[in-house]
């Protein structure tokens, strides 16, 4: 069992910078698949970023390619969301979750999840 917390959400101007951190539970988070998702108002929940166990490999969606940033430090459970040159288009509610595999990580397939932080980018 993997509890997911996320924080460092708030409110930015465009073309500012954000930190997401999502803190887990429990001693096997270097055994997870970690990802970020995010659901924008009327919208269905979206992939933004995945890392594998160690952290040697990082995937992201196209939309959020060279401004997002995942990293992870095991030693501290926990996984982060840099996020810089932020546009409006990223306003959403972000998710931390965690799976086992990385087969299929850009769907939201994930076993654990957070309960979210919000962003908000304003024009």
């Known amino acids: 069992q993997v509890q997911l917390v996320e924080s460092g959400g708030g409110l930015v101007q465009a073309g500012g910078s954000l930190r997401l951190s999502c803190a887990a539970s429990g001693r096997t988070f270097r055994n997870y698949v970690m990802g970020w998702f995010r659901q924008a108002p009327g919208k269905e929940r979206e992939f933004v970023a995945a890392?594998?166990?160690?952290?040697?490999?990082?995937y992201y969606a196209d939309s959020v390619k060279g401004r997002f940033t995942i990293s992870r430090d095991n030693a501290k459970n926990t996984v982060y969301l840099q996020m810089n040159s932020l546009k409006p288009e990223d306003t959403a509610v972000y998710y931390c979750a965690a799976k086992h595999t990385l087969e299929d990580f850009r769907s939201d397939d994930y076993d654990y999840w957070g309960q979210g932080t919000q962003v908000t980018v304003s024009s």
């Open positions: 890392i594998s166990w160690g952290g040697s490999s990082t």
